[in-house]
């Protein structure tokens, strides 16, 4: 019988679709099928077309169903398209392609290199050994529907010749691990990375987030250890010589570990006989062995709670595997041989092993630009927005928000969208980029922290534009009416000869342009501009019109004008008239 | 201290704690109780003592207990002393190999073959020799000494290298030459022999283990090559011969390794626990498997691959040997010459060990019991 494996905590299980893509192709932006709840996902090296050797390879993942079947197969891109980098693998380095999978299930993480597949390092080398300022290490993420995200690259300064895995919380904020420089911390679409934990020398297999806590598993050192505050606190009583690049860290009885519900660990042990599967028990001291169970080369491990069983599934360079510890919550750990889910195809093989990413229904969506933790000037009346919306159904639409009014993004090339968004009324310090996408099964939001700079307009204000006098956020006093005046947009401008008749508003910009009218009628106008008068004859003896522009220096900030008819008049003209045609703002 | 000395230490004190937790499968030393005691009530001359290779004590041990359990009783009991104390692994302790018999435990064929030739005798008996025969995984050399032995061919073994996985080791065969720079520490990085990136970390065994040496013959190089080479490297370490745990877990490391033990300890063979430590035997030069499955007594062995000692790696095979006293008694020369009682039951004494077995054809090149 086989082993069902089965999510926990699963949101929705979305629409099943046994659509097998094809495995023998790689590209970009190759739309995915969402993932069904419970099936498991395998990091997959090599597109089967030739012997898999030292240099870059394509990367698939493979959604296999607890059954046994390939869902589908994914390709991770091989060229840079919509912000993404190329993510490939060495095709016969294993110890990469670790999957983690976000506490929450909704995200799984893995990395390669931002290679063309063929690439090598310098003179034929494996590409794990080219250097990292010229070829990036990446770090992808892959969500509920299958789109994949490799727009992150660790920096060369601090990455590692050999990358072998990440892990995120949110999409957004990510750990990343390999053979050297310890554990880093960045954040997606980020090429900047800081030490969280280790130093140059320490070389991680694995990172991931379970039962609260970061995990790694190192070579030769923090064997497996839980990783707080830049320190590692190894777990006690694991093998001396323990080499794993995947375990499962479970709560299964009142016991825990260094302050975490940590009791049980499920390991797929490398250095053991010819790689074992092995269960071990905390007892409130130390981690004590519950048994063991031969699974030559295995590699990864991920484990599911079902009750008082746990599934394990275990992969190998050629098989993914079930098992299933019945006895899950015991001590003991004897269970039946392994069942065979899926053999990899040839000149191919398999890494690490997760449990597909699932979540609620709705598009894919990834911020691009501005990166997270950036300074966003709101100066100007808007700031540009893009982010990546991809889905497996039509995008009805994307709405972007600062914090105020909210702009509905326009679709450009591939799967990026962009907006400018209006920055009125915000306040420089800590904001929040707000994304909602939308599709035909639901609204998918996603936000990312900034900080704002500068100082915004003020509600109300005039941005840049060209404006008719009668336009909204100019206030006319009594005694204006309206006359016709091409240039305006409306195609009407506004006229008064009352003493002291006002026209008011606030200006948001550098410059501010008053076309207003003169001819044999017309008297003279106060303009107050920031308090500061001016005064303006219209008196001609044609008919015409006359520009006053302000020009502000400094940042742009707002400025109020008002425009007031003085009731005077030049003793050649005839009447004190005040034509106002446009009101022009730049910025 | 520095990392060679630190590595030393810590490896030394890894073995300790996984040899005692192992202890209750291991059988070695005829008194598994008191690793270095003779068998329990007898005499010196109802004993026939050997020492010598670590690559197969456990298939002597073997031997040497269904030989003592024959009925009627034979004259003298067979007992095999392993290459390290087989509780603690600790080497060339004092070991009393019968009464009167305290000697230096041989950690190797090359020590064990020095040690016969000293002749030394009985304290309680002087005409009993405290060695009577060694366990030797070479051939006889030209040592004048050595002419005094009779080497009886056992069996076919090689040895090749070992690795834990391949997270930076080829999965593709490495070349004689590569291994030879690889083990005279010339080059470092294992993205210059075909694998990933990263440092290079050789394990080498006791100078007194003749897998060691014999591999390194097969390599083109010797042990004063390697010396001056890796002396002092910070990635050089010590470990045990064929035990996959003293690679510490290292992906990085690559061992010497001999291919029939690393077969025995996978095959479950009795007395012989699965010290693989997650290592696995290497190619070299070709494809050729190092180890290929074989049926016996319904049950299936992984033994070495005869074709993986032909060709372009026929240098890393060899054979193993049986070596007595060019005038041992003729009782024990029994035991091992062609058609006696080891090589009558070869397929039942060897194949669990992953040994292959030469078989008893006298007319072909090479056979069980063929004295040198």
Request: net charge neutral; proline share 6%.
């Amino acid at each position: 019988m086989r082993t069902r494996l089965r999510l926990v905590g699963a949101s929705l299980a979305l629409a099943a679709t046994a659509v097998t893509i094809p495995l023998l192709s790689s590209g970009e932006a190759t739309a995915a099928s969402s993932f069904s709840g419970g099936n498991l996902l395998v990091y997959r090296v090599g597109a089967g077309t030739a012997p898999l050797t030292n240099a870059a390879t394509a990367v698939f993942l493979d959604e296999i169903t607890p059954a046994g079947a390939v869902a589908q197969s994914i390709p991770v891109p091989t060229t840079a398209a919509d912000g993404n980098l190329p993510l490939t693998a060495s095709g016969l380095s294993r110890s990469e392609g670790v999957l983690s999978a976000s506490p929450d299930g909704r995200f799984v993480s893995f990395t390669g290199y931002a290679a063309a597949p063929g690439a090598t390092g310098p003179a034929g080398i494996s590409l794990t050994g080219s250097d990292p300022a010229s070829v990036a290490r990446v770090v992808g993420v892959v969500d509920k529907n299958g789109t994949i995200e490799t727009s992150t690259a660790l920096p060369g300064a601090s990455a590692p010749a050999i990358v072998r895995s990440a892990v995120t919380t949110d999409g957004e904020s990510l750990l990343a691990a390999g053979g050297d420089g310890g554990l880093l911390a960045t954040t997606r679409s980020s090429t900047a990375a800081t030490v969280s934990a280790g130093e140059a020398a320490t070389n991680l297999a694995t990172v991931s987030r379970q039962a609260g806590k970061v995990l790694v598993s190192g070579l030769l050192q923090h064997r497996l250890a839980i990783v707080e505050s830049g320190a590692f606190t190894d777990a006690p009583g694991l093998p001396s010589n323990l080499l794993t690049y995947g375990f499962a860290a479970l709560d299964l009885t009142s016991a825990g570990w260094a302050g975490s519900t940590i009791d049980t660990f499920y390991i797929a042990n490398a250095s053991n006989r010819a790689g074992t599967v092995e269960k071990w028990r905390f007892d409130g001291t130390t981690f004590v062995k519950s048994g063991d169970l031969d699974v030559a080369g295995v590699s990864g491990l991920v484990a599911d709670v079902e009750g008082s069983a746990v599934n394990l599934a275990v992969a190998t360079p050629t098989q993914v595997l079930a098992i299933s510890d019945t006895n899950g919550a015991g001590t003991g750990f004897s269970p039946a041989a392994p069942t065979v889910l899926e053999t990899a195809p040839t000149n191919t093989e398999y890494r690490g092993i997760a449990l597909a990413p699932t979540g609620d229904l709705g598009p894919s969506a990834f911020f691009r630009t501005p990166a997270a933790g950036s300074v966003v000037s709101i100066g100007a009346a808007t700031a540009p927005v893009s982010v990546y919306v991809a889905s497996p159904r039509a995008v009805s639409g994307v709405q972007i928000s600062l914090g105020g009014s909210p702009a509905a993004a326009t679709k450009g090339a591939g799967n990026i969208w962009t907006a400018n968004v209006p920055t009125q009324g915000l306040a420089a310090g800590a904001g929040t980029i707000t994304v909602t996408a939308t599709d035909t099964g639901g609204s998918t939001t996603i936000t990312r922290p900034v900080t704002y700079s500068g100082t915004s307009a003020p509600a109300g204000a005039l941005l840049a534009g060209t404006y008719s006098p009668r336009a909204k956020g100019i206030t006319a006093s009594k005694g204006w009416t309206a006359y016709a005046f091409a240039k305006s947009p409306d195609g009407k401008g506004l006229t008064s000869k009352t003493k002291n008749a006002k026209l008011a508003f606030t200006a948001y910009g550098k410059t501010v342009r008053l076309t207003l009218g003169t001819g044999p009628k017309n008297g003279r106008v106060t303009l107050i501009v920031d308090g500061k008068k001016t005064t303006v004859d219209l008196f001609k003896a044609k008919a015409g019109t006359v520009v006053r522009t302000f020009t502000f220096t400094g940042e742009v900030r707002a400025h109020t004008v008002q425009i007031v008819v003085a009731g005077t008049k030049a003793a050649k003209s005839k009447g004190t008239s005040v034509p106002v045609g446009l009101v022009q703002v730049t910025s | 201290m520095n990392r060679f000395l630190t590595r030393t230490v810590a490896a030394a004190a890894a073995i300790t704690t996984l040899s005692v937790a192992a202890a209750g499968v291991a059988s070695a030393d005829p008194d598994n109780a008191q690793p270095g005691t003779p068998p329990a009530g007898k005499t010196a001359s109802q004993i026939y003592a050997t020492v010598g290779a670590d690559a197969f004590a456990e298939l002597t041990s073997n031997i040497a207990t269904v030989y003592n359990a024959q009925t009627p009783a034979p004259t003298r009991v067979l007992a095999s002393y392993d290459a390290v104390n087989p509780t603690t692994a600790a080497a060339q302790e004092t070991i009393v190999t019968k009464p009167g018999c305290s000697i230096t435990r041989p950690n190797g064929a090359n020590a064990a073959i020095s040690a016969i030739t000293l002749n030394q005798k009985s304290t309680v008996d002087t005409n009993e020799f405290c060695i009577d025969w060694v366990r030797a995984s070479r051939a006889k050399g030209a040592a004048p000494a050595e002419q005094n032995l009779t080497f009886y061919a056992q069996s076919r073994d090689a040895v090749s290298y070992a690795v834990i996985g391949n997270a930076y080791a080829p999965t593709t065969p490495l070349t004689t030459a590569q291994l030879k720079d690889i083990f005279e520490c010339t080059v470092s990085d294992w993205s210059e022999v075909g694998g990933q990136a990263g440092e290079i970390h050789v394990y080498l065994p006791a100078a007194s283990a003749a897998t060691l040496t014999f591999f390194l013959q097969a390599l083109g190089t010797n042990l004063t090559n390697v010396n001056a080479g890796c002396a002092g490297l910070p990635r050089v370490y010590t470990n045990q011969q064929n035990d996959g745990r003293s690679l510490n877990g290292d992906p990085q490391g690559i061992a010497p390794y001999t291919v029939t033990k690393w077969a025995a300890q996978g095959n479950g063979a009795p007395g012989i626990p699965d010290y693989r430590g997650g290592a696995h035997i290497g190619t070299v030069n070709t494809d050729a498997a190092p180890t290929i499955a074989t049926t016996f007594g319904g049950r299936s062995y992984q033994v070495l691959n005869p074709a993986f000692t032909t060709g372009a790696s026929a240098s890393f095979g060899r054979l193993f040997f049986n070596a007595v006293r060019n005038d041992a008694p003729q009782e024990l020369k029994d035991l091992f010459k062609a058609g006696g009682y080891l090589c009558q039951n070869q397929d039942a004494f060897l194949v669990p060990f992953g040994n292959t077995p030469l078989g008893n054809d006298t007319t072909q090149s090479r056979f069980c019991g063929q004295a040198s």
